[in-house]
């Protein structure tokens, strides 16, 4: 017979056949005792009257039912499966995807509507819902990096997260692109793995060791895909009271307009030092089908080769369903001894 050429993966659990006997045994006991308090207390006459009472054969084959409902549930605990045969399963992988978004004041810039920073949010919030279920993280950086949401699959919770970021959340001033991605690539957990740094910024950096941490990047088998946002021949920096909508420019110290340039030289060479790419999105809207199939995508394939395992074919699905059988075989059995019968047989 088939499963005669079944092996166990789990042999040991084969001493759980001791607690079901133990289990079947108390229920003995408390038969035995249910009993002997009925008698004490009824006669045989006035039980058959007053109680729906089962018969012993009634009794032990229900008894006997969970019994072998116990001792199929332990042999599927063993784990049968089948000598010789393999299947194909999958193991859930994902990729893993940092957004690096810039929060320094240069992205206050309205040559994108309604301002750099603005559009980013929207961007970034767009391209997660085409995700999937990948998970995704984000860090703000100005003059220095936070990790404002680890990596999670919680896509609401990362939304929640992104709609509260402004030019305050990385609480330092400046633009340094190089220690936001040492910041993303410690976001990351340890090991290999698909993993994704998608950089949002107007490349207004002053890092000088930018292109020292794209390496480590690269290093670490970590792709750039960097979004270039504003323009490249520069724009003023205007802000705009949100109580009384008055629009002011931001000055220096020597009361210059300070002018905000998109440097997509430097965001285009960090990105290839990685081997991934640069989208010089300037003032005009984000291609984000083009980045998902360009770059995204790819990315999840890669996670998902690797993603099946060959493993032996399990039958433990026949001594769960025995299993199951067996026990609302014993559950009709006792809903039986509800239909008290008359003398002679007769309901």
């Not at 599927?76 to 089948?82: C, E, F, G, L």
Request: charged share 20%; with cysteine.
């Amino acid at each position: 017979m088939p499963f005669l050429d079944w092996t166990n993966a789990e042999p040991g659990r084969v001493h759980l056949i001791w607690l079901a006997l133990a289990i079947v045994g108390g229920l003995v006991v408390l038969e035995l005792r249910r009993r002997d308090a009925m008698d004490a207390f009824l006669s045989p006459v006035m039980q058959r009257r007053l109680t729906a009472h089962a018969g012993m054969g009634r009794v032990i084959a229900r008894l006997v039912l969970v019994l072998l409902a116990l001792v199929f549930g332990v042999f599927a605990a063993m784990r049968p499966q089948a000598r010789g045969e393999t299947e194909v399963v999958g193991v859930g992988a994902s990729a893993d995807v940092m957004f690096v978004l810039d929060t320094s004041r240069s992205m206050l810039a309205e040559d994108a509507s309604p301002n750099r920073l603005a559009r980013a949010k929207a961007e970034i919030g767009q391209l997660v819902d085409k995700l999937g279920p990948q998970r995704v993280g984000l860090v703000a950086f100005a003059g220095r990096p936070v990790l404002v949401c680890p990596l999670t699959p919680d896509h609401s919770f990362f939304a929640t997260v992104l709609s509260t970021i402004d030019t305050r959340s990385a609480g330092r001033g400046g633009s340094r692109v190089g220690d936001a991605l040492k910041g993303a690539l410690r976001g990351f957990p340890p090991g290999q793995g698909a993993r994704l740094i998608v950089l949002i910024t107007d490349g207004d950096d002053q890092d000088q060791y930018t292109e020292e941490a794209a390496k480590l990047v690269r290093d670490a088998s970590v792709k750039i895909v960097a979004v270039g946002l504003g323009s490249e021949t520069g724009s003023e920096i205007t802000l705009t009271d949100p109580q009384t909508g008055a629009r002011t420019k931001l000055l220096d110290k020597t009361g210059t307009p300070v002018i905000s340039k998109l440097d997509g030289d430097k965001l285009r060479k960090i990105a290839l030092l990685t081997e991934g790419a640069y989208v010089p999105a300037g003032t005009s809207a984000v291609d984000l089908g083009a980045i998902m199939e360009s770059h995204i995508a790819p990315l999840v394939k890669q996670a998902s080769a690797g993603a099946v395992r060959v493993v032996p074919a399990e039958r433990y699905i026949w001594m769960v369903l025995a299993s199951l059988a067996c026990l609302l075989a014993s559950l009709w059995i006792g809903a039986g001894a509800g239909r008290r019968e008359a003398p002679g047989g007769q309901p």
